[in-house]
């Protein structure tokens, strides 16, 4: 647990220094996909790691339920881990939708995790809604018999990044708070207030009537 | 007195009748074991509070809802409901979107992957 140098931030500047020219466009097809979730993931890391230099007390007595709870996740995630492995294989053989470079970066970072930040990693990576559970959701809300796979992805991806700024948002309102430990729902709720002031939030045209 | 048979029957079968809303409704959870997965991977404890969990679960379904039916107004004004509205509303959004078309990718990626797999397959068999 030695961050004497904090090589991992180390690495984060480096890249930061570099990403500015390559900014997401949407001409950029997948590279600039690469750079934008890339971009958003180490911004995540990074925050993680002053989080957990306090709570570092914490994180032995909870290595016993982390490793249950891992090995949960990898046992029903087994397939989308072979699926993935599958996809970044097939990554390196099309140059064009992964950079090289980008892929190398992200393994000397990957390298110099600590398990906490491995775990971490791993959880962000594997997570994913379900998607027959959102598939249900989408035939109640639309009414349609039939949702095309298509959606279901792109509608599972959409959540889950939309659940990444909440939290991400209630940690900062947690750091201006000066409170640490889990997260609690009036962290969630600030964030949430925020998020609709940014505009990330759908708004409604008919106030919602009967929860 | 002898009222009191008559009301304590009526009582019990209106008690009776609105039982079901006496003991707490549990409240049907969609997400909840990978959501917890997924805030810890975005930055929260390796066990979420049971309450954090259940609120953000709310939220989600609430944003999915309203963005559906965003979605099917711009739907409609063409026929039918396609995964390109969703594209348009999240234009704004550039990481969620590349991350959209990062994930249609893929997926027809796979799908030529599928394709030729079973096409070999075929032909192995003749």
Known sequence: ?211 | MSNTPATAAASSSKSKAAGTSQPQEKRKTLFQKELQHMMYGFGDEQNPLPETVALVEDIVVEYVTDLTHKAQEIGSKRGRLLVDDFLYLIRKDLPKLNRCRELLAMQEELKQARKAFDVDEKELVD
Do not use: W
């Open chain 1, 1 to 211: 647990m030695k961050h004497s140098k904090d090589p991992f931030e180390a690495a984060i500047e480096e890249e930061q220094e570099e990403s500015p020219p390559e900014s997401p466009v949407g001409g950029g097809g997948g590279e600039g996909g690469g750079d934008g979730s890339e971009e958003g993931r180490t911004e995540i890391d990074q925050t993680q790691e002053e989080d957990e230099r306090p709570v570092d007390v914490r994180r032995p007595a909870k290595k016993s339920k982390t490793s249950v709870a891992v090995a949960e996740a990898r046992n029903k995630d087994d397939d989308e881990e072979e699926e993935e492995e599958n996809m970044e294989v097939e990554l390196t053989k099309y140059p064009t939708s992964a950079d090289p470079a980008k892929m190398a970066k992200m393994q000397t970072i990957l390298s110099q995790f600590t398990e906490d930040q491995m775990s971490r990693y791993e959880s962000f990576r594997r997570s994913a809604l379900q998607r027959p559970q959102m598939k249900k959701l989408l035939i109640g809300v639309t009414g349609s018999q039939k949702i095309g796979m298509p959606m279901i992805i792109v509608v599972c991806g959409i959540a889950k990044m939309f659940v990444g700024e909440l939290v991400e948002t209630a940690r900062v309102v947690m750091a201006e708070r000066k409170e640490s430990g889990p997260i609690r729902p009036c962290h969630i709720r600030e964030s949430y207030r925020r998020l609709k002031l940014e505009g990330k939030v759908p708004k409604r045209s008919v106030p919602r009537l009967f929860r």
